[in-house]
């Protein structure tokens, strides 16, 4: 305006700053809504907001996307080979010997609501909803003689209107997975095989596919349990408390490596602080 408008006075206070005040709010609302951000927080937020732009406008949606990956990787094949394979191997390795303590009930119990609610948002279906939230006042059910009422009691005491009950099935499930989840991680070598494999995810679903055969669960019937729509609830459900257990373990997993690959200087430095703060 200036040099080439040749005007004299520029007043900013009356320039419309909206669509840049709604940018930097994109940018702090990816950085974890922190307003201060980094620098390199800006670079990758922006970087994100330019994908999904681009997404927008050229009609292209992430499901076309990922099906088009799908279709032209020719190690597709290979991949779902390996995993049938790893997981008959991990499957016929499991006892199914672990059990939940009550606490651990309290924890599934609520992580199965999330996983019902997250489901029901994903799919928007009536019949989904029926059969993975429970809003009846029914009694408590049971699993393997096992009343979860603390379970229950606890997920009342700490729901304010906007927790989702999760039904039978979402809740025998998600104790199932439990179970072979941590005999997985138990198991050294069960451990070592699982992570060796790539797409964890996929494969944690195929070792549930075959352990909801199990003579101690077939009668809940959690195998392929579908919707009248055609939903797979048991793939859905699965997947889901996947996600929310491979947060925690790649944390342990990292956390580990770190221990390890500190320097010695650095690791004698927080022990002399660590001995200095007991004194």
Not at 135 to 151: I, K, Q, R, T
Not at 173 to 194: G, N, P, R
């Amino acid at each position: 305006m200036l040099d080439q408008l040749a005007f004299d006075v520029v007043l900013l206070g009356y320039l419309q700053s909206d669509p840049i005040e709604s940018r930097f709010g994109w940018l702090r609302q990816l950085s974890g809504a922190n307003y201060y951000i980094s620098t390199k927080q800006a670079l990758d937020s922006d970087r994100k907001i330019r994908a999904v732009s681009l997404l927008k406008f050229s009609n292209i949606s992430l499901n076309e996307i990922d099906s088009t990956i799908q279709s032209t990787n020719p190690d597709t094949e290979t991949h779902s080979a390996t995993h049938d394979s790893v997981a008959d191997q991990l499957n016929d390795k499991l006892t199914f010997n672990y059990s939940p303590t009550s606490s651990d009930l309290n924890i599934i119990y609520y992580i199965s609501g999330y996983i019902a609610r997250s489901v029901c948002r994903k799919t928007r279906c009536d019949h989904c909803s029926e059969a993975l939230s429970d809003s009846s006042d029914l009694p408590p059910m049971d699993f393997n003689d096992v009343m979860p009422h603390a379970a229950r009691t606890f997920f009342d005491s700490v729901n304010r209107g906007g927790l989702k009950t999760p039904t039978e099935f979402v809740f025998t499930l998600t104790v199932h997975c439990w179970k072979v989840y941590e005999e997985i991680l138990a198991a050294s070598d069960m451990k070592s095989q699982f992570l060796a494999t790539e797409n964890h995810r996929v494969l944690f679903y195929k070792i549930m596919d075959r352990a909801s055969c199990h003579h101690s669960v077939v009668e809940y019937g959690l195998n392929n349990y579908m919707c009248t729509h055609g939903h797979n609830l048991t793939q859905l459900v699965v997947q889901r408390f996947f996600n929310c257990v491979a947060k925690n373990l790649v944390s342990q997993l990292t956390t580990a490596a770190n221990v390890h690959s500190e320097p010695a200087s650095k690791r004698r430095k927080i022990d002399k602080l660590c001995s200095r703060s007991k004194d």
